[in-house]
């Protein structure tokens, strides 16, 4: 069983910066990949960012690439997204995910999570 906690949403203005994290209660932290995935108002749930459960492997969006950054403490069994130069399209509640395993072939596909948060709100206003 794993249980994810996301929090650090809030409302910013554009170009500001934020930092989610999400605390795990799960067994094998270490051993799990993670993910961000954001959904904004009206449309399908996306794919934000990965890393695997070392974490040496990143993935990202197009969208958010030199923008936000992924990373995980093990030790803290916390999953973070630092995020700069926010802009109004990025505006969306942001989840984290847990897969089974390590890494995927496709970090990207929310399908390859089998655990999610219950989701924090960033708001960028312009």
């Known amino acids: 069983q794993v249980q994810l906690v996301e929090s650090g949403g809030g409302l910013v203005q554009a170009g500001g910066s934020l930092r989610l994290s999400c605390a795990a209660i799960a067994r094998a932290f270490s051993t799990r990949a993670l993910a961000w995935f954001r959904q904004a108002p009206g449309k399908e749930r996306e794919f934000v960012a990965a890393?695997?459960?070392?974490?040496?492997?990143?993935a990202y969006a197009e969208s958010v690439k030199g923008r936000l950054t992924i990373s995980r403490d093990n030790t803290k069994d916390t999953l973070y997204l630092q995020m700069g130069s926010l802009k109004p399209e990025d505006t969306a509640i942001y989840y984290c995910a847990a897969d089974l395993a390590s890494w995927s072939s496709r970090p990207d596909l929310d399908v390859e999570y089998a655990y999610w948060g219950q989701g924090t709100q960033v708001t960028v206003s312009s």
């Open positions: 890393i695997s459960g070392d974490g040496r492997a990143t």
